[in-house]
């Protein structure tokens, strides 16, 4: 109280400590883009990016899911968060371009690749990549989770939690059957208008294992068996998991 100007030198203070600035609270707006603002609006590429999105969402990359899309709400989450995202994807690219191949940001994978199977993998996630001409060797690329309203509501105002079981996906009706709770034993409800919720997220996914049944499956050619991978950390130097599932076989991973 009674504090007029700071230095510079003073900036974390200033920063961390309320008693020199406003209440600072996490929280997050959204509005309605989608069928509420008609085109042209600024939020078209978006919006086409996610309908398309969803027109491809059912099996085989085939016409949409088994479910209706009704609406899309845009979120603006604080600007901190925005740019703690932005410098994770740069700090990352910016390991990866200057590392050694192999090294501790740019590893192989364990026990090599010997059947060919993780490049097949692989190459069904480079499919999803977005541009980006101002990386080197990052990759972005637009996903979905499905989840209940209660846990949708964490997510935008703390963001995801770092958890193996966190799944992400491409599919819109893979995403849609963890938003209605079909994979629980006990279904999450809707909200009042009947409506359950996708997230749709830029991701960053890092380094990637891709997951193949020969040296991650106990019994490989059993399509219904789980993975050794299931529920446990990460693979060492890896950020993050890919899987390429089949709903004919449990939605276990294929080649």
């Given amino acids: 109280p009674g504090v007029g100007l700071l230095s510079m030198a003073a900036g974390p203070l200033a920063h961390f400590n309320s008693q020199y600035q406003s209440a600072r609270r996490r ?4 509005l309605d883009i989608w069928p509420t603002v008609a085109p042209p609006s600024k ?3 978006e919006v086409t990016m ?12 085939q016409a949409g899911p ?7 709400e845009a979120i603006d989450v604080p600007a ?16 990866r371009s200057s590392s050694a191949t192999p090294g501790p940001f740019n590893p192989n994978y364990p026990n090599g690749d010997p059947t060919g199977e993780k490049a097949a993998v692989f190459e069904q996630l480079r499919a999803r ?33 770092v958890v193996p079981y966190r799944d992400l996906t ?22 009042s208008a009947g409506e359950h919720v996708l997230i749709a997220a830029f991701v960053a996914p890092g380094m990637v ?21 299931k529920d446990r950390a990460l693979q060492p130097q890896f950020n993050s998991h890919y899987a390429f599932v089949s709903a004919a076989n449990n939605y276990e991973c294929m080649d």
């Avoid at 929280?27 to 959204?30: E, V």
């Avoid at 968060?81 to 390991?95: G, I, K, P, T």
């Avoid at 294992?209 to 991978?229: F, G, H, I, W």
């Fill in 27 to 30: 929280c997050y707006s959204g």
């Fill in 209 to 229: 294992y891709p997951v193949s049944r020969t040296p991650d499956y106990a019994r490989p050619s059993n399509l219904t068996s789980k993975s050794k991978l």
């Fill in 66 to 72: 088994n479910f209706t899309l009704t609406r899309i």
């Fill in 129 to 161: 990549f977005l541009p980006r001409d101002r990386l080197r060797n990052q990759n972005i690329m637009l996903a979905l989770h499905g989840c209940s309203h209660e846990v949708s509501d964490s997510v935008c105002r703390d963001g995801f939690a």
């Fill in 43 to 45: 939020f078209d590429v």
């Fill in 170 to 191: 491409t599919y819109a009706e893979y995403a849609c059957r963890y938003a209605t709770g079909e994979f629980k034993e006990q279904r999450n409800p809707p909200n």
């Fill in 80 to 95: 901190s968060d925005r740019q703690a995202f932005y410098n994770l994807v740069e700090q990352m690219d910016s390991r």
């Fill in 50 to 61: 996610l309908r398309e999105l969803w027109a491809e969402g059912g099996r085989g990359r």
